[in-house]
């Protein structure tokens, strides 16, 4: 069994039937300030069922490719709240 990776993120748009873009962010040490520094990366998403929406925390899991650019599908999403 192989291990598949887990990326945590959240939804920026809706990129056509069944994908979302989301943004994920990660922190690291700059190599010469030593100071912690965010570095950000977007992905394309595969949702199947089309539950999630801009501004839903979601978190993929590694798959095989499905089309150019997707290469994670969704395992579970945490639905934002509305604010009105």
Do not use: W
Not at 10 to 21: A, F, L, P
Not at 70 to 84: G, Y
């Amino acid at each position: 069994m192989t291990h598949k990776r887990e990326i945590q993120g959240k939804v920026v748009s809706i990129s056509g039937d069944k994908t979302v873009r989301i943004l994920v962010e990660r922190k690291v040490l700059h190599p010469k300030y030593h100071k912690t520094v965010k570095k950000f990366k977007s992905y394309l998403i595969h949702d199947e069922s089309n539950e999630a929406k801009v501004g839903d925390l979601v978190i993929a899991v590694e798959c095989r490719p499905l089309s150019k650019n997707k290469s994670f599908r969704v395992k579970s999403v945490e639905h934002a709240e509305v604010i009105i």
